[in-house]
């Protein structure tokens, strides 16, 4: 459940950055986790669908605990690197349940990813030895962006996965998933950790992005909106892989 709650928030992000990339303000919407969730509330039941979102966002928080206490089922799932990686994401995701929570519970949020990173960046830009802390968190999300996208092209996904228990005819579509929806988010966080150090850089706590700004910035690359919708399409089908995940996922 939650690995499909995170796969519809994926997809819609990536359908609002498409439209962006097009020309549309998606409605006055950012191409963000709360643009998403205004998106899937406007939908037939989606109170309902809002509350799925989060609580499956909470399952995953305990699933990433359960691995970080006991281990993976995936291959090295045992070794110190991989318990200490499902801890950090069990915060990960415990904090976005808890914001997807609050929404569906009537609080509106901070308002959209950007303003929400500028703030959280002022704050650790006024403590001692802040610009310090800032560019080692945006060199770590760089870094951890670009890991990303080199274990999607390599296909390390495959560890994850009951690959034997895949149809022949379904293991292409799951590498094309895997690779492109890889290395876009890949693309995004490394976009985030730039601009981090930026700010860092700079003690501008106005150079840090969240999710909507670091899309939207591919669009001010040399090649221009096309590399915008180059990645949308690869958030959006980094969503259907984690439908993939839900269904094959080592557990």
Known sequence: MGMVAQGVLFILVGLLAL???????????QADQSGALRQLAAQPFGQLLVWAVGVGLAGLAVWRLSEALFGAAEKGGHKT???????????????????????????????????????????ALAVPAGQFLVGAV???????????????????????????????????????????????????????????????????ADEAKGMDGALRSFADTPAGPWLLVAVAVGVALYGLFSFALARWRRV
């Open 19 to 29: 439209r962006i990339a097009f020309g549309g303000s998606g409605g006055g919407e």
């Open 81 to 123: 690197r991989k318990r200490l990686l499902a801890a950090g994401f069990c915060v990960l995701y415990a904090v976005l349940a808890y914001s997807v929570i609050s929404y569906a519970t009537g609080a509106q949020g901070s308002g959209s990813s950007d303003a929400k990173s500028e703030d959280i960046t002022a704050r």
């Open 138 to 204: 945006g060199l770590a999300i760089a870094a951890a962006g670009a890991w990303a996208a080199v274990q999607a092209l390599r296909r390390k996904f495959h560890d994850q996965l009951r690959i034997s228990s895949v149809p022949r005819r379904s293991r292409m579509w799951i590498d094309v998933l895997g690779v492109t929806g890889g290395v876009s988010r890949g693309a995004v966080l490394v976009a985030l950790g730039i601009f981090a150090m930026e700010a860092a850089w700079s003690s501008d």
